[in-house]
């Protein structure tokens, strides 16, 4: 069983930044793709960033291009998503999640393993 705990989530200002982080137990996180995922009160949840196992490849969803960039770090077994000028509509609980594929995945679906998620809370 992988375990997934999210952390660094907070309130900013629109135009702040912060950084999540998300820390995995086990030591095949290597061979994980690793996603971030977003869900706002009663919307559904939506992809924003997904990196490959050796983190070459990443994909973004098009609102967060520019602004938010995905790494990993294999050797900490931890994936991060720096958050750069945010807006009020990047409000939500964040999740990372990995998929046993190791490679590029959009959909909910197609992930395997959830952390808990993370606040992240943006002010006008």
């Known amino acids: 069983q992988v375990q997934l705990v999210e952390s660094g989530g907070g309130l900013v200002q629109a135009g702040g930044s912060l950084r999540l982080s998300c820390a995995a137990s086990?030591?095949?996180?290597?061979?994980?793709?690793m996603g971030w995922f977003r869900q706002a009160p009663g919307k559904e949840r939506e992809f924003v960033a997904v990196?490959?196992?050796?983190?070459?490849?990443?994909y973004y969803q098009d609102s967060v291009k520019g602004r938010f960039t995905i790494s990993r770090d294999n050797a900490k077994n931890t994936v991060y998503l720096q958050m750069n000028s945010l807006k009020p509509e990047d409000t939500a609980v964040y999740y990372c999640?990995?998929?046993?594929?190791?490679?590029?995945?959009?959909?909910?679906?197609?992930?395997?393993?959830w952390g808990q998620g993370t606040q992240v809370t943006v002010s006008s």
């Open positions: 999640a990995g998929s046993d594929s190791g490679w590029i995945i959009f959909e909910l679906k197609g992930y395997d393993y």
């Open positions: 990196i490959s196992r050796g983190g070459a490849n990443t």
């Open positions: 086990g030591r095949t996180f290597s061979r994980y793709a």
